[in-house]
């Protein structure tokens, strides 16, 4: 699932006005309906970021492959949950009914599901939690950026991606000056990991400095890495790889500078173009 968004595309020193299609991101909420001693109960087990479509699957894949069922049989019914939200009319809960609990432990799901979740925003227990917790937007006026810094970004986290030449399968966030130097740089097989180090990291050793600062990111750019930049006041994040819909929609939201397909030449402007220096 997919929808276009208005970009603008700066390229060999000239910039168009295109129609980009961007990958929709949404919340998930799965319940599970069960019986126990005798009473139906339902829990909460996950909330995840999704691209919408085969929501049914998802599920059944995640009870299966989490050991919470050892097979589909023992799922009596799938129900879409809730009404119709957001831009897209969808309904972001879905409930699986089960027959059998001798493999479901609570405990053990919220301690896995809810507390634990590696990136972020799945951790939380209900829709009503993902909102961010930021409540002024950021300031227009910095940090301001040369596109000659931002297209070097990329070559710039490879040179600092340690363990990349080694897998092939690790993501990277680098905190960036405003003179192209290289302040800092984590990585983890998680994007989201990822820039939890780098932000603990600069926070921890007073580094961070949002005024003449980005931050690039080596994958795509979502919700999550975008609330992640906002909590740490980072006015322009630049992905490698291409922003999603809620990302694009959270970034305008608060006033961010989101950038994506970040290349040598080229990059995608998704919001507020004022912080990136052009030349004339």
């Keep these: 699932m997919d929808i276009k968004y208005n970009v603008s595309k700066y390229k060999d020193s000239k910039i168009q006005e295109i129609k980009d299609s961007i990958s929709v991101e949404e919340p998930l909420e799965m319940r599970l309906r069960f019986k126990k001693n005798d009473k139906w109960q339902t829990q909460n087990i996950s909330i995840t970021m999704r691209t919408p479509n085969n929501d049914k699957d998802l599920i059944r894949g995640f009870l299966f492959n ?12 799938i129900e879409q949950k809730g009404d119709d939200v957001g831009d897209y009319n969808l309904k972001n809960i879905i409930e699986a009914t089960i027959n059998n609990t001798k493999n479901l432990d609570i405990g053990k799901l919220k301690r896995n599901f809810l507390t634990n979740s590696s990136c972020g925003i799945c951790g939380k227990t209900s829709l009503d939690s993902i909102e961010v917790l930021k409540k002024e937007k950021l300031n227009l006026s910095y940090p301001l950026i040369k596109e000659e810094i931002i297209m070097n970004a990329p070559n710039l986290l490879i040179n600092k991606q340690s363990e990349f030449a080694k897998t092939g399968g690790i993501h990277a ?4 000056s405003d003179s192209g130097d290289v302040v800092s740089s984590r990585e983890d097989v998680g994007r989201h990991n990822a820039l939890d180090k780098l932000i603990g990291h600069t926070l ?21 890495l975008v609330q992640k930049g906002l909590m740490a006041n980072i006015g322009l994040m630049a992905g490698v790889g291409a922003p999603t819909s809620l990302a694009i929609d959270l970034a305008k939201r608060y006033d961010m500078t989101l950038l994506g397909f970040v290349k040598e030449n080229s990059f995608n402007i998704y919001s507020n173009i004022n912080r990136v220096i052009l030349k004339n």
């Design 66 to 77: 989490e050991g919470i069922i050892e097979s589909l049989k023992e799922i009596d019914s």
């Design 173 to 176: 966030s680098a905190l960036i």
């Design 204 to 224: 921890n050793n007073e580094t961070i400095k949002p005024q003449k600062q980005f931050i690039a990111c080596s994958g795509r750019l979502n919700f999550e």
